[in-house]
């Protein structure tokens, strides 16, 4: 039983160590633009955007009103059977800024869902074209897709499979990772080296055949490994290998959609034609839980020719088009178009790339990788690694917020960085700064 309202145990938080934590904890209490206010009263500049998503800052007014006058009127409708009209004026202005033929999208509350859903989506297109062979999907090492079974399925992180792996979906292969310190360390922007690997689906195809393989999962930037931009080449080889084979492209760019690389969609900027597109986070300045799956014309068309009063496909979920929801992404892509902050991200790319690589000699660091604005700084593991004390990044992490006013992100022995869009040349500077002096603190 709780003892008191504001008991810190009854929570238990995602990926969090729950014993540390709450020895020590880390408690925001409030957030303007580029800032959080601790539970404590300090001001913290936020790094990360949230977790990736608030792209517009925090507490946009626009956005904050558009969520409040919703609801005040419709605050809840369902999507099975029924309809509410912001949903599907969400649905068209999301789908225009989305590329090629990419017209539908269904809505969901999350990336994991988002791509859940895609793999549904998927596996009913072919059964609807007749090929119901195709039941095989391709992920990659590293990769993330989220915490359903699909996505962990899908999906290439260790320790995110290791305990669940005896539940996890069959028929599914990964190509390898492109990560090599060796080869990529310290590149500004695509790294030269590692196309070659986008190969590696034509083994997967000669293994498996193409008539069993469904569609290939990829993040254009893998985010939650540690910022890992795609060699030059490499995504538009891995679309010609789809093509050729007739093998489905899902761009999941949770993280990388709405601005983060300087356009709506990652898919835009490389020029790569994806099938589907997951999305998520800043598709609503991660104001109200949302998540969206994109498709192209032909593959929501391969569900229309059935009988007009039968379902084509048998999935949704309670908050799918959640009016708040789309009343916030509404507001969101206004705010986007009006204080034109995807040109500002890449206006700031060069700033932003430019000060997180003179910390290329700051103590500790094997690594810099940046890509829009998106940043990862990679740690030596000295003696830590294997072993259960805290990790260099873990203590970087918990200086930048107790010492440095600054909160960040980790994963493994990466520091990942994702300013708001609306981050200033200064507060890149102060970024950088703060990071540097947590580093030289750090044995």
């Known amino acids: 039983m709780c003892a008191q309202p504001n008991d810190l145990a009854p929570f238990w938080l995602p990926f969090t160590p ?64 029924l309809g509410h009209p912001i949903a599907f004026q969400a649905a068209s202005l999301l789908c225009a800024e989305m590329p090629g033929d990419m017209d539908h999208v269904f809505f969901s509350n999350s990336g994991s869902e988002a791509v859940d859903t ?46 669940y792996s005896a539940a996890l979906l069959p028929g599914i292969d990964h ?11 310290f590149s500004r922007g695509l790294p030269e080296w590692g196309a070659h690997l986008a190969d590696e689906l034509e083994n997967l ?16 930037v893998a985010g939650s490994i540690g910022v890992l931009p795609p060699p030059q080449g490499y995504l538009e080889r891995l679309s010609e290998i789809c093509k050729k084979y007739g093998i489905l492209l899902v761009m999941d ?38 998540g969206a799956t994109f498709v192209r014309k032909g593959i929501y068309d391969a569900f229309q020719d059935g009988p ?19 009343a916030a992404a509404i507001a969101t892509l206004d705010v986007y178009k009006d204080e034109g902050l995807f040109e500002r991200a890449r206006e700031l790319e060069s700033v932003w790339e430019d000060a997180l690589h003179t910390l290329k000699d700051a103590p500790h660091v094997i690594d810099v990788r940046n890509i829009g604005l998106m ?24 200086r930048m917020f107790f010492e440095e006013d600054l909160v960040m992100r980790f994963t493994g022995n990466t520091i990942a960085a994702s300013p708001a869009l609306i981050v200033t040349e200064d507060e890149i500077g102060q970024i950088v700064e703060r990071l540097r002096r947590v580093l030289e603190k750090i044995d």
């Open 18 to 81: 729950q014993k540390s934590f709450k020895k020590k904890p880390r408690l925001l209490a409030d957030a303007e633009g580029m800032y959080y206010t601790s539970n404590d009263g300090r001001k913290l500049l936020d790094a990360n955007a949230g977790l990736w998503c608030v792209n517009a800052g925090h507490s946009h007014p626009k956005i904050v009103e558009a969520i409040k006058k919703q609801a005040e009127g419709l605050d809840y409708a369902p999507s099975f059977q």
């Open 308 to 326: 007009d009063e039968v379902i084509e496909l048998f999935h949704g979920y309670t908050y799918s088009g959640h009016p708040l929801a789309c």
């Open 253 to 290: 760019e949770v993280i990388t959609a709405w601005g983060r690389l300087g356009c709506a969609s990652a898919s835009e900027r490389f020029g790569i034609e994806a099938d589907i597109i997951t999305s998520a986070k800043g598709i609503n300045n991660g104001s109200v839980p949302m």
């Open 175 to 185: 190509l390898p990772h492109t990560h090599s310190l060796e080869h990529n360390a």
């Open 375 to 398: 940043g990862g700084v990679e740690l030596d593991p000295g003696d830590r690694e294997g072993k259960h004390e805290k990790s260099r990044a873990a203590e970087a992490f918990d």
């Open 118 to 163: 895609a793999m549904k989506i998927a596996l009913a297109y072919f059964r609807a074209k007749g090929e119901s062979s195709r039941t095989k999907f391709i992920g990659r090492q590293k990769g993330y897709h989220g915490v359903g079974f699909g996505g962990i399925s899908v999906g290439g992180i260790t320790p995110n499979r290791h305990v």
């Open 205 to 220: 195809v000669y293994l498996h055949g193409a008539d069993n393989i469904a569609a290939v999962f990829v993040e254009p």
